[in-house]
């Protein structure tokens, strides 16, 4: 059902006949709406809602979320969501999970996140499906449950739920919660690619650029990494660049190449970072050390162990900066705790250029700066608010 015909039933729905209050038809209701008069339909829905309208009460809770038709106030969003799932309306149920879930208008609870997923799924909602199979594979709200993750995820995938064919995928790939099966894997990645979901279609790409439970097709990946990498993913933006930086799969771009680095490294993800340094000090053409050395830094602040051990070449080599053992040593060592393999080999290396002195310094160093590293170090990822107006 459309939010249009939706919305227009929930303001006809329990509305006085006669009495005191004006009669509200289902057409009134409608055109409200229509009109974009959002302070005229919130304050129909808030009368609607008052009366017990569980489908009243839910949507007046998203137009507060969303500060639609007044001031946006979640306390009031999550006070109408829960007084509809309470009533056992599903859309209600689902969102009053998602706010307990991400600690809106409320602490954090996620045991209450799961009770209320898991009210909204016995009842067919493919979206609480999704989310409750996400908090049983993480062990969030209850004990981690592998198998009952894939069992959620399959019911919403078979209702087309996008995210959890993806997920669904994945449990097929990695061997988690079902027997491993990259062909099946593949055939649900598809289904959520073929939707336009960018984890899908990153992924899907993944197996056709190696070849793992299909026939390996690197042109047809570099498709589905523009896919994704065009809505902002950023792993599909680093794999397309690489696409491009090796010529896989389409012609090869040193120019195309740094773009789509960039739109991922600028949104900090480490491994793109990382790429364009590698790009700038190895890529065809003259080398760029300064702008390799810069990225290869802000890789290394976020613990990427091989941007650590480059940038320790950089100085090291005095490539791009005056040459510093004590800091090469530094890096190299925050390389290996990332177990870059090459980072072991180059600090002994380095060590023997040293004297005792740096070498006690450099290590003073290791233990100063390390913590810093740590604490700067932050997952990169995607964020989203489900808004949902109709169930």
């Not at 336009?196 to 042109?219: H, P, T």
């Not at 600028?266 to 700038?280: D, I, T, W």
């Not at 480059?310 to 530094?330: K, P, T, W």
Request: charged share 25%; glycine share 12%; net charge negative.
């Amino acid at each position: 059902m459309s939010f249009d015909s939706h919305f227009a039933n929930i303001l006809g729905a329990g509305w006085p006949a006669s009495g005191t209050e004006p009669e509200i038809t289902v057409d009134d209701g409608y055109s409200t709406y229509m009109r974009g008069d959002m302070v005229a339909a919130r304050r129909a829905l808030q009368r609607a809602a008052e009366r017990g309208v569980a489908e009243a009460q839910h949507n007046l809770g998203v137009m507060c979320l969303g500060g639609e038709g007044g001031p946006q106030d979640e306390a009031a969003a999550l006070y109408w969501f829960r007084l509809a799932a309470e009533q056992g309306y599903r859309a209600g149920q689902f969102n009053l999970g998602l706010m307990l879930e991400r600690g809106t208008g409320t602490a954090r609870d996620e045991k209450q996140a799961v009770y209320w997923y898991r009210k909204a799924a016995e009842q067919g909602d493919a979206d609480a499906q999704f989310r409750l199979g996400l908090m049983c594979a993480d062990g969030r709200g209850s004990r981690q449950d592998l198998a009952g993750a894939v069992w959620c995820y399959r019911l919403a995938a078979k209702q087309g739920h996008a995210g959890a064919q993806r997920q669904l995928g994945w449990s097929y790939e990695s061997g988690e919660g079902v027997e491993q099966d990259e062909v099946q894997a593949v055939r649900w990645y598809r289904k959520s690619a073929e939707q336009g979901w960018a984890d899908g279609q990153f992924s899907l790409g993944n197996m056709l650029n190696d070849g793992v439970g299909v026939e390996q097709n690197q042109e047809e990946a570099v498709k589905y990494f523009r896919a994704a990498a065009e809505q902002g993913h950023l792993d599909a933006q680093l794999n397309l660049g690489n696409a491009y930086a090796d010529g896989r799969g389409i012609r090869q771009s040193k120019k195309e190449a740094i773009c789509w680095y960039l739109k991922a490294a600028e949104a900090g993800l480490a491994g793109a970072q990382h790429a364009l340094g590698v790009l700038h000090c190895y890529g065809r053409g003259k080398p760029n050390y300064p702008e390799a050395i810069r990225w290869y830094r802000r890789a290394a602040e976020q613990g990427h162990a091989g941007a650590e051990n480059n940038l320790g070449i950089m100085y090291d080599a005095g490539r791009g900066v005056a040459s510093d053992l004590v800091e090469a040593y530094m890096w190299y060592s925050f390389g290996i705790v990332g177990t870059d393999t090459g980072a072991t080999h180059n600090r002994d290396y380095c060590a023997k250029k040293m004297t005792v002195e740096q070498i006690a310094e450099a290590e003073r160093r290791v233990k100063a700066f390390r913590p810093q590293l740590e604490s700067s170090n932050g997952d990169v990822g995607i964020f989203w608010v489900d808004r949902r107006l109709d169930s």
